[in-house]
C-alpha cells in the first residue's frame, strides 16, 4: 500500500503510504496511472473507480472518485484505452 516515486528510471523517493495521496486506507493495488497531458492532470486507477490527482499539492482532487463510466463513456472502452497507453 505503498508507492515510488521515479524521475526517468532513477529512484526519487518511497514508499510513501497510498494515503499520503489521499486515497482510502483500503485500497490495496493500483490498476493504472496515466499523465494525460491533454489536461496536464494524472488520473488514477483502481478497480471501477478513478481519482484525479492535483499534482501541485500531491493530493487527490474534491469529488473523487468517480465510477470509471464516466470516463470516455464506457468501463470496456477505458480499460481497452488504459492497457494501450500502459504498454507503450
Same mark, same amino acid.
Given at each position: ?5 521515479? @524521475? %526517468? ?20 493495488? *493500483? =490498476?493504472?496511472?496515466? =499523465? ?7 488520473? *488514477?486507477?483502481?478497480? %471501477? ?8 499539492? @500531491?493530493?487527490?482532487?474534491? =469529488?473523487?472518485?468517480? =465510477? ?9 472502452? %477505458? ?10
Amino acid at each position: 500500500r505503498h508507492y515510488y516515486l521515479f @524521475n %526517468s528510471n532513477r529512484y526519487h523517493a518511497g514508499p510513501i503510504p497510498l494515503t499520503d495521496l489521499g486515497l482510502p486506507i483500503h485500497i490495496s493495488r *493500483i =490498476d493504472t496511472i496515466i =499523465d494525460w497531458a491533454v489536461n496536464g492532470k494524472a488520473y *488514477i486507477f483502481t478497480g %471501477s473507480v478513478y481519482w484525479r490527482l492535483n499534482s501541485q499539492e @500531491n493530493r487527490i482532487e474534491m =469529488d473523487y472518485p468517480r =465510477d470509471m463510466s464516466v470516463w470516455q463513456g464506457s468501463q470496456r472502452q %477505458s480499460r481497452q484505452a488504459l492497457l494501450d497507453l500502459s504498454i507503450r
